[in-house]
């Protein structure tokens, strides 16, 4: 991969003082299905990233991205972890994207999902390992500095609304 290329696949580790903290734990189990399910019906089986087709709703998940914001209000540093948007992905994209999750699970579950997802990062990105392993450290360096920090969540309540206020018949 040369220099500059734009690589599809990204790694995004979520900071140590946000897990569990997302849209799902913040909306009701029927919003947070019924928004899921929004999101993987409206990609007609094709995940974003890798462009896997033919996908069932089961082989996809609604990823949330996420924007990391510093404010300054009252000379005080704000952390702010908004959501940006939340797109469909197959599971061995989502897998690759929260690389540092995947690790973790595949060691408490002596399963291969690491190696699997680096695997699919290198396929998706045309990379080499040396190139993830640039990419994984580089996330990691970034995962630790953000861990440091409190961040406040922003679930982006329009967005979400505007998602809810769609129905889908699945």
């Known amino acids: 991969l040369q220099k500059g290329i734009f690589m599809r696949l990204k790694i995004q580790m979520i900071p140590k003082t946000m897990y569990e903290k997302n ?23 094709i995940c974003s990233i890798c462009e896997a087709e033919n996908l069932d ?8 991205v996420w924007d990391y914001i510093i404010e300054k209000k009252n ?10 948007e939340i797109i469909p ?3 061995k994209c989502h897998a690759a994207i929260h690389i540092g999750h995947t690790k973790a699970l595949g ?8 190696e699997r997802a680096v695997d699919h990062f290198m396929a998706v990105n045309h990379c080499g390992y040396s ?22 969540l922003d679930i982006n309540r329009d967005y979400i609304n505007h998602l809810l206020e769609e129905r889908v018949e699945v």
């Open 89 to 91: 992905v197959c599971k």
């Open 75 to 84: 000379g005080e540093k704000v952390y702010i972890q908004r959501l940006k």
């Open 23 to 45: 849209v799902r734990s913040e909306l009701t189990t029927t919003d947070w299905q019924q928004l899921s399910r929004l999101i993987r019906y409206q990609a007609h089986g």
């Open 131 to 152: 190139k993830f392993v640039e990419k994984e450290r580089k996330a990691h360096k970034k995962w630790l500095k953000r861990s440091k920090h409190k961040w406040k």
């Open 107 to 114: 060691k408490q579950t002596h399963t291969n999902c690491y």
């Open 57 to 64: 709703l089961r082989d996809m998940d609604a990823h949330e």
